[in-house]
């Protein structure tokens, strides 16, 4: 059963950085991309990053420069390094994997950034 659990959220004022985890169980983990989504409340999901299996990047066009998704195949995790916070980034943040064409989601993270 492929379980998710994202940590590393919290209140960070506007400029700042926040790191995200993702811990993974439940599939082969090395096999698969990794995507992390937002959702702001009342709004849609919102692909913010994707990982391949072998480290290729992609990024929503609005928050390149400024996120990085990253992954390590020993501890089975995806991380999610936010950096110069806008007030605008304030979401609960979601890890996301598809295996045999079922999308499975934790529970989510949030992330507040206010002054």
């Known amino acids: 059963q492929v379980q998710l659990v994202e940590s590393g959220g919290g209140l960070v004022q506007p400029g700042g950085s926040l790191r995200l985890s993702c811990a993974a169980s439940?599939?082969?983990?090395?096999?698969?991309?990794m995507k992390w989504y937002r959702q702001v409340s009342g709004k849609d999901r919102e692909l913010v990053a994707t990982?391949?299996?072998?480290?290729?990047?992609n990024y929503a066009d609005s928050l390149k420069g400024r996120f990085t998704i990253s992954r390590d195949n020993v501890r089975n995790t995806v991380y999610l390094q936010l950096s110069s916070l806008k007030f605008e980034d304030t979401a609960v943040y979601y890890c996301?994997?598809?295996?045999?064409?079922?999308?499975?989601w934790g529970q989510g993270t949030q992330v507040t950034v206010a002054s």
């Open positions: 990982i391949t299996a072998d480290g290729r990047t």
């Open positions: 996301s994997v598809r295996t045999f064409g079922r999308d499975s």
């Open positions: 439940g599939f082969t983990f090395d096999a698969y991309p």
